[in-house]
């Protein structure tokens, strides 16, 4: 009897995956518990064991496909005696499901092609119309193309700019479209559709629609940019970003914190550490980074304001027992955010360990859906870029995320006098459902405390 190989869930949330690698070919013998693939999910690349023992009969789907659905047949194996010819056969009505993956592969070289048949499908469509509204390809509401100069003087002119026919670059108006309009003494109609009779004023604005994708390559001289298809990382980063600035309230608080005492603590802690032998010679234990000290001066604070340290769902408030702390790694083609576990109890050594451990495989995309998913906050640091201070996005379900810019050296002012010290700026975005203001500046109140109280972390 064929034992069918589907395409595994690999995350809770994965619907498709990219099958990156057969470890197999036709013709090989396997067991249960042996590496038969790479699946490539929106975060990781991971293998893929065998779980019955047979021959390969068949490779369904191959190598380098992409969006290929959970439960999709990838693979036919032989039991044990059986034809492996016979075996593929038998499998045979199961295969078209499988290809139709297949179909979904080319989805991300459906740019490259998206413009061509849009423009094609555009012009029966302007030939039907009246040619002033859609001369532009405008009509309804659509974005208007002009020149800054051509909207100035037709809104001098009381002229419609939509109704313009344009003869620039992609049908743009330009400064002669609208004078003509104006000699011409057409497309003056607009003023009289934007109060209409009986509205108390004008008719609101219909709401800004994204670009399209044609609309947007129109802008750009042909053959002057590449399409790149977007993978299922990015593609994921985006989804999930529009989900947190659309559906969470943001809002944002800033404190500087004084990083003298803490980096005079960093280098006695670095200088005590002890060696340890390995194939490259004796290195110390650890090494500790001003961020291992951020993630744990973020748990500290979380436990020490235990309302800020929760979760909102529309039914309850989910009020978490430890800090488990994200830190956004950046990784070629975007970004993830493995989780420092209970963060609040580990040893400054255990979270700097860790941390390089998780960067590590993240950059090689190693990482275990548990080691990523999940978390009760996260800490975002481009410090090491430069960068004074800036706002990160929420990543739900977290309530509240800590942006962390650079230390520098800054003129401050204590008792009168102005002294130089070392000063970091951090933002803490939050969600305002789950934390409200006050409670906000409580836990960014107390990670201050911590970062410039530093002893206060080792006991």
């Avoid at 947007?216 to 299922?232: I, T």
Wanted: net charge neutral; aromatic share 2%.
């Amino acid at each position: 009897m064929p034992i069918n190989i589907t395409m595994p869930a690999l995350s809770p949330t994965m619907e498709e995956g990219n099958l990156s690698k057969w470890l197999v070919k036709e013709g090989d013998k396997v067991s249960p518990g042996d590496v038969i693939a790479e699946i490539e999910t929106d975060k990781a690349t991971m293998e893929v064991e065998a779980v019955d023992e047979g021959t390969v009969a068949k490779l369904v789907v191959p190598a380098g496909t992409e969006g290929v659905k959970v439960n999709a047949l990838i693979a036919i194996l032989a039991g044990e005696g059986e034809d492996a010819g016979a075996a593929a056969k038998a499998g045979g009505d199961a295969a078209p499901k499988a290809e139709a993956p297949k179909a979904d592969a080319p989805k991300a070289e459906a740019p490259k092609e998206a413009p061509k048949p849009a423009a094609a499908a555009a012009a029966p469509a302007a030939a039907k119309a009246e040619p002033a509204p859609v001369a532009n390809g405008h009509a309804g509401g659509e974005r208007v193309f002009a020149s800054p100069l051509a909207r100035r003087i037709a809104k001098d002119a009381g002229v419609d700019v939509s109704a313009v026919t344009g003869t620039g670059p992609h049908g743009r108006v330009v400064k002669a479209d609208v004078e003509a309009a104006i000699s011409s003494g057409g497309a003056k109609a607009a003023p009289a559709a934007k109060a209409p009779a009986g509205a108390p004023g004008a008719t609101p604005a219909p709401a800004p629609k994204p670009m399209s994708d044609d609309q947007v390559l129109k802008l750009f001289a042909e053959g002057s940019y590449e399409l790149v298809p977007h993978d299922n990382m990015r593609k994921t980063i985006a989804r999930r970003l529009v989900e947190a600035k659309s559906t969470v309230p943001h809002f944002y608080l800033t404190l500087d914190c004084e990083l003298d005492a803490l980096l005079a603590l960093r280098t006695q802690l670095n200088a005590a550490a002890p060696m340890r032998k390995t194939d490259k010679g004796e290195v110390p234990a650890y090494k500790l980074s001003v961020n291992d000290m951020v993630i744990k001066a973020m748990a500290m604070a979380l436990m020490a304001v235990p309302d800020a340290n929760a979760s909102w769902t529309d039914s309850a408030m989910v009020k978490h027992k430890h800090a488990d702390v994200g830190v956004a790694v950046s990784i070629p083609g975007g970004l993830i955010t493995p989780i420092i576990r209970h963060a609040d109890e580990k040893t400054l050594s255990v979270i700097s360990n860790e941390m390089k451990d998780l960067a590590s495989r993240a950059r090689s995309r190693k990482l275990k859906p548990e080691e990523y998913q999940g978390g009760t906050t996260a800490v975002s640091n481009l410090g090491m870029f430069g960068i004074k201070d800036f706002a990160a996005v929420i990543n739900p379900p977290h309530a509240t995320i800590l942006a962390v810019g650079a230390g520098e050296e800054r003129a401050v002012v204590k008792k009168g006098e102005i002294k130089i010290a070392t000063v970091m700026s951090v933002t803490l975005s939050t969600d305002h459902r789950a934390v409200d203001g006050a409670l906000g500046a409580e836990l960014l109140g107390a990670f201050k405390r911590m970062i410039e109280n530093p002893m206060g972390m080792l006991v």
